[in-house]
Each structure stands twice: as structure tokens, then as C-alpha cells.
């Protein structure tokens, strides 16, 4: 049965109860209970191995939690109960990702990389492309309008036709996160979208989340360990410590939290 939180005007958009992960003898995530507000950019932190990544991959379907649930609103009056899922399965209902190591198609370009994303959009969906009737053609053509039109946004003007490996670093990071929006998502969610860029890129990452968000009805949410990234963008902050939810406040208050502070610090 799902909590007795019925969807009413400033539900979360998405939310866990006492989830919990376990690999063998590891409890990667305990009893985990948050709520990501509709709208907001919400940040998980937490020291390596806190079980980040893991919370994400339970949201998006890659893992399957031991236990707990994870309850998703989609829209107000909508709920969904996202527990055992599958990638594909969030997808299909709005949650795109990007991977703490990239995830590209190596040997496709940057267009063909956003076409993949947009593809979960189309109507005619892969059985029309694989058949090419007529409203098949018209939506590719569409498509690729789109798919252009994101990437010029995103600055990758001249870049359309080059191979995904071939790109620098942040760039790539940088398409990931572009094939991800293409696939214009509900909820985005980012793995340490800061991590090996430099002061430049992250800046500019900075900016790219505030566009997004500014833009459209998005709900992000992100694993960062760059503070100040964590600190300029995020309306609430939730930190792991062991698979456990030590924290969650404004990024002001986290900021303070002695638990926080001593999980970062690594003392007893
Ligand atoms: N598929 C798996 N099988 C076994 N153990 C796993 C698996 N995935 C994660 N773990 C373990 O679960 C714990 C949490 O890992 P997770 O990747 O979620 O941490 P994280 O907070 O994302 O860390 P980092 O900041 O280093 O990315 C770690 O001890 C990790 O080794
Ligand atoms: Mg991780």
C-alpha cells in the first residue's frame, strides 16, 4: 500500500520510504526516506561509497531495491509506483539520467547520440523507422530539426558530424547531459555532472542547469561533491552517509549540519 499521502497541490514529485540495497553482506542504502520537490534542483552528496549512485540507480530502474518503495507523481493526481522498474520503464515515464562515467554511443556522432535520445518521444517509435512509412519520415524529419536545434543551443555548432569519442571531456559530459534533455524529460537526473571538468566547464554547467530548469517545468536532481556547485544551484540538499540518510535542508543548513561535517571530515 502506498503512503497515505494522497497527490494533493505540492506533493512531491518523487519520493522514497525506507528504501533500502543490499549486495550480499553490504547495506548500500538503509532504510532511505526522502522527498524531491516538484520543480526544484535537488542535490544528493555524501562521501565515495556513501550510495549515491546506487539511489539512482534504484529511481531509474537499473537496480532493484531489497525493499522500501519509491513513489513517483508524474503529474498532480498521478501516482506511480516506480519500485521495480526497469531503465527503459523510467524512461518511458519521463526520467532521464546521465552516467557517473559517461555513457555514449562511441562510435556515433553527436547527432546520431541526440537522435537516440529523442527516439523515446516519437510516435511511430523504432517499429516505424524500421518500416519507414510515410508518418515515420515526417516525424524523423522533425526529429532532426529538434535534435539540430538542442545542439546549436548547446554550443555544438560545428560539432554535429564529429564521433562521439572524438570529443574533448567536458564536451562529452556535456552531450550527455544534451542527449538527456532531448529526450525532454520530467525528472533529469545527473551523476557528478561537475566531476573532471574544469573551472571554466563547471561554470558554464552551472549555467546549463539554470537555463534548464528556468526553461521548462524540470525537476533535476544531482550527485556532486563540487561544494560550491552543490551550494550555487540546489533548492535542497539530502546527504548519505553509509547507505544512510544523515541530512536533508537547504543547502545553507547542510552546510552547518555537524553530521555532515563530520562524514566529510572523516571523524568519529
Ligand atoms: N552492483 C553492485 N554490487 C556490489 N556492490 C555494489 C554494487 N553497486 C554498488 N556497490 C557498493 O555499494 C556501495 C555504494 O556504492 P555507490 O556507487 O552507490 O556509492 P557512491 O555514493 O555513488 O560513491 P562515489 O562517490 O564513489 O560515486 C559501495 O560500497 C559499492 O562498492
Ligand atoms: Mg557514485
Not at 47 to 68: D, E, V
Not at 107 to 136: D, F, P, Q, Y
Not at 187 to 194: G, H, R
Not at 239 to 251: K, Q, V
Request: net charge neutral; proline share 4%.
Amino acid at each position: 500500500m502506498l503512503p497515505s499521502d494522497a497527490p494533493t497541490a505540492g506533493n512531491p514529485i518523487l519520493s522514497t520510504h525506507n528504501l533500502s540495497m543490499r549486495f550480499g553482506g553490504l547495506l548500500a542504502l538503509s532504510e532511505v526516506s526522502l522527498a524531491v520537490k516538484r520543480g526544484s534542483i535537488t542535490a544528493i552528496i555524501g562521501p565515495n561509497g556513501a550510495g549515491k549512485t546506487t539511489l539512482f540507480n534504484c529511481l531509474t530502474g537499473l537496480n532493484n531495491p531489497t525493499s522500501g518503495l519509491i513513489t513517483y507523481r508524474p503529474q498532480e493526481g498521478q501516482t506511480v509506483n516506480l519500485t521495480h522498474g526497469s531503465l527503459d520503464k523510467a524512461a518511458r515515464l519521463g526520467l532521464a539520467r546521465t552516467f557517473q562515467n559517461i555513457r555514449l554511443f562511441n562510435e556515433l556522432t553527436v547527432l546520431e547520440n541526440v537522435l537516440i535520445g529523442l527516439h523515446s518521444r516519437l510516435k511511430a517509435g523504432l517499429w516505424g523507422a524500421l518500416t519507414g512509412n510515410k508518418k515515420t519520415r515526417a516525424e524523423e524529419a522533425l526529429a532532426l530539426e529538434l535534435a539540430n536545434d538542442l545542439l546549436q543551443k548547446q554550443g555544438f555548432g560545428d560539432l554535429t558530424k564529429v564521433l562521439a569519442k572524438n570529443l574533448p571531456y567536458g564536451l562529452r559530459k556535456r552531450l550527455e547531459i544534451t542527449r538527456a534533455l532531448a529526450a525532454q524529460p520530467t525528472i533529469l537526473l545527473l551523476d557528478e555532472p561537475a566531476a573532471g571538468l574544469n573551472g571554466g566547464e563547471a561554470q558554464d554547467l552551472i549555467k546549463l542547469i539554470r537555463e534548464v530548469k528556468s526553461e521548462g517545468n524540470l525537476t533535476i536532481i544531482l550527485i556532486e561533491h563540487d561544494m560550491s556547485l552543490v551550494m550555487s544551484v540546489s533548492d535542497e540538499v539530502h546527504a548519505l552517509e553509509y547507505g544512510r540518510l544523515i541530512a536533508s535542508g537547504t543547502p545553507a543548513a547542510i552546510q552547518r549540519d555537524e553530521r555532515v561535517i563530520k562524514a566529510y571530515l572523516g571523524e568519529e
